[in-house]
């Protein structure tokens, strides 16, 4: 079953600052995350329940609501700024 995919405003934001070539990576790997929302190489995030997807040097953190089927995207960005926040 598809799930359905939001993005935070402040993800948003930070989508919109990395340049157009992996930005458009970056949403085709949020995209696929409809089908399959903790696909391979995906990581569950300690102390949190996030998980997290990579896109050569950038990350994606999400969450995962399977009761009803939605993906929330909280943070993208550079992997050297990501987990600072």
């Known amino acids: 079953m598809k799930y359905e995919v939001f993005i935070e405003k402040a993800a948003q ?3 919109a600052r990395v340049p157009q070539p ?3 990576r970056m ?3 949020i995209a696929d995350l409809a089908d399959e ?4 190489g995906a990581k ?8 997290r ?3 050569g040097d950038y990350r994606v953190i999400y969450e995962v609501d399977d ?4 993906i929330l995207v909280v943070s993208a960005g550079n992997r050297r ?3 600072r926040r």
Do not use: M, N
């Open 13 to 15: 934001r930070s989508l």
């Open 67 to 70: 009761d009803h089927h939605r």
């Open 44 to 51: 569950k995030l300690g102390g949190r329940t996030a998980w």
């Open 53 to 55: 997807i990579r896109v």
């Open 27 to 29: 949403f085709e790997g």
């Open 81 to 83: 700024d990501i987990y």
């Open 22 to 24: 992996h930005q458009d």
């Open 37 to 40: 929302p903790r696909p391979a």
